[in-house]
């Protein structure tokens, strides 16, 4: 926005994938992180047997997807927990729009409405779903993709919708 060094930048393009402001992630290595045994650290629940929700705590699964425009968006398929410190990590979602399309989300960016079974997403609207980062491999995450991931979430609540970007008086 100015020539002066250290002046914010303006994102080109989508805001939301252009890698800066809130919206920026590291270039990591495009490899799983690895737990103390060797073994991816963050998986789905299907993949790992040993892994289980507790009764005391409301399971995820089937729950719907919400935007922050209240348009129904997807449905919670699977929970992927972290092995080292047993918490999840991420939902797997299936969006309605793109038939098969799953994508994560991390549970930082959930707001879940055990009642109405229901989670809640307020860093996207409903048709930016559809840009979140992929992964290559349906039962593996990547440092890399985990930025990625995070970022796109992150730059959604500043740059999801202009008025966002507004100073608050």
Partial sequence: VAPHPGAPLVPTGDPMRDG?????????????????????????????????????????????VLATDNTPVATVVDAWVDRSEPQIFYLEIALDSEVGERVLLPMAFAEIDKRARRIRVKALYAHQFRHV??????????????????????????????????PLL
């Fill in 133 to 166: 980062p992929k992964l290559r491999a349906a039962d593996q995450v990547t440092l890399l993709e985990e930025d990625r991931i995070t970022a796109y979430y992150a730059g959604g609540l500043f740059y999801a919708d202009a008025r966002r970007q507004e």
């Fill in 20 to 64: 800066v402001g809130p919206a920026s992630y590291a270039e990591r290595a495009d490899t799983p992180d690895l737990a103390i045994d060797g073994r991816p650290r963050v998986v789905p629940m299907r993949t790992d047997a040993s892994m289980s929700i507790s009764r005391k705590d409301s399971d995820p699964r089937g729950m719907t």
